[in-house]
């Protein structure tokens, strides 16, 4: 409680201090702060500047990063956004290059973009036995998203597709309510 109570009084005398400097005073802290986020974005290349293989380090060096930051993975996270972003740019890169692409396709289920996931999981074709659990899991998810809006059609083809990766408790649950 002590030390709350002294880092307060700094926070504090902080403010107080700052509100007594001169218009020149805050002119120049705003100039250099500027020019301190502008450095630092000079630093960090696009990454559609940057080589596939590059995109699918930064992708993995991200993401390692966001597993430790976030107690639950979304792509409106910092971290886990520009892992995606890395991987998408490294698998757009190299389009043939299925190790990019299954590693995009596993973001976009870890991240719960079940849709962006389950096209992805698609597109790769012949799937492990580990691609087919997640590739199941984003179907499973869009069936149960379809028949919250009452879509059973769309619940359906989800479903079916979902049990020929892997069938699941979730995928019968779903199947008995189609």
């Known amino acids: 409680?002590?030390?709350i109570l002294m880092l307060t009084a700094?926070?504090?005398t902080g403010l107080a201090g700052a509100q007594d400097t001169n218009t020149t005073s805050t002119n120049t802290t705003t100039t250099q702060t500027t020019q301190t986020?502008?450095?630092t974005a000079e630093q960090m290349p696009s990454p559609a500047t940057m080589s596939a293989v590059d995109n699918f380090s930064r992708a993995q060096e991200f993401a390692v990063q966001a597993d430790v930051a976030y107690p639950v993975p979304f792509y409106d996270r910092t971290l886990w956004k520009a892992a995606v972003d890395h991987a998408y740019y490294a698998a757009t890169q190299e389009a043939g290059?299925?190790?990019?692409?299954a590693y995009l396709a596993q973001l976009y289920t870890k991240t719960q973009w079940w849709i962006n996931?389950?096209?992805?999981?698609n597109r790769l074709g012949e799937l492990?036995?580990?691609?087919k659990q997640w590739a199941s899991l984003s179907a499973a998810?869009?069936?149960f998203l379809a028949l919250q809006r009452g879509d059973k059609a769309a619940a359906r083809t989800y479903v079916e597709k979902g049990m020929s990766w892997a069938d699941s408790a979730s995928l019968q649950a779903l199947m008995k309510r189609l």
């Open 141 to 143: 998810k869009l069936a």
């Open 1 to 3: 409680m002590k030390n």
């Open 10 to 12: 700094f926070a504090l």
């Open 97 to 101: 290059n299925r190790d990019y692409n």
């Open 117 to 121: 996931a389950y096209n992805a999981w």
């Open 128 to 131: 492990n036995d580990a691609e």
């Open 37 to 39: 986020t502008t450095t």
